[in-house]
């Protein structure tokens, strides 16, 4: 790796001072401050969660500072629900809140979301980026934030040649064209951008230099304020695709050393509904259409810009980290860093997300809280998106959540108080397809999926993985470990029914 390129990893990164927490309770002139990072398709390939050829410095530097989830996962690998899921307290399951074009306030009109929680504490509550879902017929929630919401690209190009000039199908559905211009033509209809551009550019040229620029604006001016509290929500783009990034993030990788899908194959005996083939990826040149399994150089370069576009996103993670150790705002802040669900990269032959299977579904989750957590530690406690919310109203001070829609998660303080303790013995996640509803419980040695179909009770089909024996999801079980089968059916039957809007 060349002298600049080092520089670009390691120049942000600090390490957050640990201070006591309680003390908001004495020190009013230093109440509790919330910064919640949020990173689109972000599995766990980072160095903190030991992935060898991920750079990542400034969140494994971040991780060092407090708590690491090891086992967490996302209610539902699709980030509209996902994030519903974070600012609701509440599983999909429990909303119907599965897919695109849906509106959360048309559903729960009267929930109190978790940012809006801490308006009502007297918090000032803000969101850069991407927090909500926009697009696909989804807007942002207005009533979550205390000032507009500061909006960015995540379809996004500067190259002339990955568009030709047109707007792209991708572009389209990102900025809900078609809710402003009804005449044009359908979005499957308008051309493909490409897949990943690299051009030798600034960072700022792409959305995410953007959203740290200003977020580090808004800090500048959140300090002068320090007798208000603030709830900040910054959302990154990358590494969503299209993987569009500075060359100097591309040069980071060799892509010899890239890790390659060791299986892509669908599990054996996995019901075809479980399956997955095209989706998401299809809509980028140059995926060749109706073909899954790639030639080995195509596979290979998405894999560099996945993992060139994670270190552009944690140069940006750093960029910011430094300025709140330039202004002294570390000490009491409580910091939430969060993947909205995982991303297949050819394992199974599969691509982005929209499964229930472990790679879509495993997301890195780090918690730092001051005087709570213990710094550089880790746990094995499992953890799902929705405990986020009654965590951190914990950690600030503000109790248990008591609000109209209920809340689904459980506070992880005990947790961030002690690693070793256990609250939960399963993780709960589901996804929908067609017809089919899959409800599923990670332990911390096995997966089980029920898919029931909504139109016929009797069709109910079955999943079950041993990750201790088959990490790679090779094998579908349920008929050769019947005992298994039938107590982790027992927790699964603790849930209620989904609800099905």
């Not at 000039?165 to 064209?177: D, Q, S």
């Not at 002690?418 to 929908?432: L, T």
């Not at 019947?482 to 927790?491: F, N, Q, R, S, T």
Request: charged letters at 25%; proline letters at 7%.
């Amino acid at each position: 790796m060349n002298n600049i390129s080092k520089a670009v990893l390691v120049g942000c990164a600090v390490t957050i001072p640990t201070s006591l927490l309680q003390a908001k309770q004495e020190d009013k002139k230093k109440p509790v401050n919330v910064l919640m990072i949020l990173v689109d398709d972000l599995k766990p390939n980072l160095g903190c969660y030991g992935d060898p050829v991920a750079l990542s410095p400034n969140i494994d530097k971040l991780a060092e500072s407090g708590v690491r989830f090891n086992n967490a996962y996302c209610n539902q690998a699709v980030s509209v629900a996902s994030r519903y899921n974070l600012m609701t307290g509440l599983r999909s399951t429990t909303t119907g809140l599965y897919d695109f074009g849906r509106e959360m306030r048309n559903v729960l009109p009267d929930a109190v979301t978790l940012s809006q929680y801490f308006m009502k504490a007297g918090y000032h509550a803000e969101a850069i980026g991407k927090v909500y879902h926009e697009g696909h017929g989804n807007v942002n929630d207005v009533a979550s934030w205390s000032i507009p919401h500061h909006k960015d690209k995540l379809i996004e190009y500067i190259v002339p040649e990955s568009t030709g000039g047109m707007l792209t199908r991708e572009e389209a559905y990102f900025e809900n064209t078609k809710m402003h211009f009804p005449d044009l033509p359908p979005n499957h209809e308008l051309p493909r951008g490409a897949a990943w551009e690299s051009p030798d550019v600034l960072d700022e040229a792409y959305a995410d230099g953007r959203i740290a620029r200003h977020t580090i604006n808004r800090l500048r001016e959140l300090k002068k304020q320090p007798d208000k509290p603030f709830f900040l929500a910054v959302g990154f783009v990358r590494p969503h695709l299209p993987f569009s990034v500075p060359k100097k993030y591309w040069d980071l990788y060799d892509p010899a050393t890239l890790p390659m899908p060791q299986y892509e194959k669908d599990p054996e005996g996995a019901p075809k509904v479980a399956t997955k083939r095209g989706g998401e990826i299809d809509q980028f040149e140059p995926i060749p259409a109706g073909k899954y399994v790639y030639e080995d150089t195509l596979t290979r370069k998405l894999i560099h810009g996945y993992y060139a576009s994670m270190s552009y996103m944690d140069a940006q993670v750093g960029k910011v980290m430094d300025e709140l150790k330039r202004l002294n705002m570390l000490d009491n802040l409580v910091i939430v860093f969060w993947g909205d669900h995982g991303w297949h990269l050819g394992d199974h032959g599969y691509w982005t997300k929209h499964t229930n299977f472990e790679e879509a579904n495993h997301i890195p989750l780090i918690m730092v809280a001051p005087g709570v957590a213990k710094p550089n530690t880790s746990t094995e406690q499992l953890a799902e998106t929705v405990d986020i919310y009654p965590t951190l109203t914990e950690l600030a001070g503000l109790g248990k959540p008591e609000v109209p829609q209920g809340i689904d998660g459980l506070s992880m303080v005990p947790v961030l108080k002690n690693v070793n303790k256990k609250i939960r013995d399963h993780a709960y996640h589901a996804f929908p397809r067609g017809k089919y509803l899959g409800r599923a419980i990670r332990t911390e040695r096995y997966r089980l999926v029920e898919w029931k179909n909504k139109d016929d009770a009797s069709d109910v089909k079955f999943e079950l993985y041993d990750y201790k024996l088959d990490p790679l999801e090779t094998k579908n079980i349920a008929q050769e470990q019947p005992k298994v089968l039938e107590d982790l059916k027992k927790i699964l039957a603790k849930h209620p029914e989904a609800k099905r809007l």
